[in-house]
Antibody
């Protein structure tokens, strides 16, 4: 069974850095895109960016370009989302999800990682 | 890039049929597939319709999808509503290296 397991909830202060992870299993990690999706409290889904672990092709939503960094480590089937300097407005739940091709649906989703940024 | 606009909320009684629209702001809705996701409170989204009209295995045939080029929109129709269908529904499509979600529609089954 395909699974995406995300790292646990985080509580951080403004200005701190953070890297959250998404580990895939039971599928060919390198051959599927992994996307990151933000959901702010009580709000909708927002696509942040996507990476193809096979060649590290990475694309960002203009809304998130320069605000976050997406990476992947094929050797351990993991994808990452990181911030260098968190803001209170980064408080949200972050999901990773797989796609087979760019036009396919977000097939499998992780359980989400809640990030709380508060002084 | 384009936007996908959904009604904020819809409500209907059990056993009835409801349709949720998703209007594409620019470019043709037929140019890229539309997907629909269901998100129950506290859970991750799951796909209920993909490639405009296809239903994943395990999704009841009460769920159906369509597109209408004349209104440049996609629709999700749920017939024989059940209380378990109460959830947020999101449409999603792709274009110009961007993956776009609609704002979501809260379905209340009362």
């Amino acid at each position: 069974e395909v699974q995406l397991v995300q790292s646990g909830a985080e509580v951080k202060k403004p200005g701190e850095s953070l890297k959250i992870s998404c580990k895939g299993s039971a599928y060919t990690f390198s051959s599927n895109w992994i996307a990151w999706v933000r959901q702010m409290p009580g709000k909708g889904l927002e696509w942040m960016g996507i990476i193809y672990p096979g060649d590290s092709d990475t694309r960002y939503s203009p809304s998130f370009q320069g605000q976050v960094t997406i990476s992947a480590d094929r050797s351990i089937s993991a994808a990452y989302l990181q911030w260098s300097s968190l803001k209170a407005s980064d408080t949200a739940k972050y999901y990773c999800a797989t796609l087979t091709t760019v036009t396919s649906p977000f097939d499998y989703w992780g359980q989400g990682t809640l990030v709380t940024v508060s002084s | 890039n384009f936007m996908l606009t959904q009604p904020h909320s819809v409500s209907e009684s059990p056993g009835k049929t409801v349709t949720i629209s998703c209007t594409r702001s620019s470019g043709s809705v037929a140019s890229n597939y539309v997907q629909w996701y269901q998100q129950r409170p506290g859970s991750s989204p799951t796909t209920v319709i993909y490639e405009d009209t296809q239903r994943p295995s395990g999704v009841p045939d009460r769920f159906s999808g369509s597109i209408d080029s004349s209104s440049n929109s996609a629709s999700l129709t749920i017939s024989g509503l059940k209380t378990e269908d109460e959830a947020d529904y999101y449409c999603q499509s792709y274009g110009s290296s961007a993956w776009v979600f609609g704002g979501g529609t809260k379905l209340t089954v009362l």
